[in-house]
């Protein structure tokens, strides 16, 4: 049985509503001005995170940057310098992604489908400017002004 509380879906709707803004005003810059695309679908489980699990490590700023530009360079290296078959290029740039995040200390899960995205893709290196820099930074904009500014969660923790 499914236990409900109170706080569970107050917690549910905030998040819900607050993803939904970011998600957004990145679709509107996309898609409604000449800037470029602000769009990466694994933003769309960062916001679960962000918005729902702020406190957690995997959801602090620099694991939301890092962790989404590492895993893109990975996924881009990979589809321009590395010439295997497509079945192991995916598993191996996902490896690649996983192990350079948890190295360096920037481990955001979603991130770790960009490679996948970024090879089905076929992106360029433009890609790690619009959507990964200028979308995680928007991210991380709305998520600092409504977690510590309109929330008052202690957010970012460091």
Known sequence: MIKIS??????????????????GV????????????????????????LYGFPES?????????????????????????ISLPLFINLALAVGFGVFFM???NVVHPPAGGNPIIVIIGGV????????IIFGCLIILLFGIILNKFILKKKYPLK
């Open 6 to 23: 109170k706080e569970n879906i107050l917690k549910a709707t905030i998040a819900g509503l607050l993803s939904t803004i970011t998600i």
């Open 26 to 49: 990145l679709t509107l810059l996309t898609y409604k001005t000449t800037l470029g695309l602000f769009l990466a679908a694994s933003f769309g489980s960062s916001m679960v995170l």
């Open 57 to 81: 490590p995997f959801a602090q700023p620099k694991n939301i940057f890092f962790g989404h530009l590492l895993t893109s360079f990975i996924g881009i290296l990979f589809i321009n310098y």
């Open 102 to 104: 948890i190295i360096f």
């Open 124 to 131: 360029s290196f433009e890609y790690l400017i619009n959507p």
